[in-house]
């Protein structure tokens, strides 16, 4: 390879690279999570609960709630859209 293959090999990837830089940024700043700000993530699942991590810690430290699966488990009746 000659030295001026070389070069212009360098050359074409360098504007290439500053040019897919260039869109990136503008891609990134028009969908509006740029700076400061996350990407929307997947919608979660279910409604958020309160918890009270002082009383399950307290229950769990006096013995009432054990901090392991449970190996058994009562079946549930099936649950209609009502009930949510």
Do not use: C, Q
Request: charged letters at 25%.
């Amino acid at each position: 390879m000659k030295h001026s293959d070389v070069v212009f090999l360098a050359a074409a990837a360098l504007l290439g690279s500053g040019i897919a830089a260039a869109t990136l940024s503008e891609a990134v700043a028009r969908s509006g999570w740029g700076a400061g700000t996350t990407p929307p993530g997947p919608p979660s699942a279910g409604k958020p609960r309160d918890l009270n991590l002082r009383l399950i810690r307290r229950l769990i430290e006096d013995r009432r709630l054990s901090d392991h699966e449970a190996l058994h488990y009562r079946k549930l009746k099936p649950s209609t859209a009502r009930d949510r």
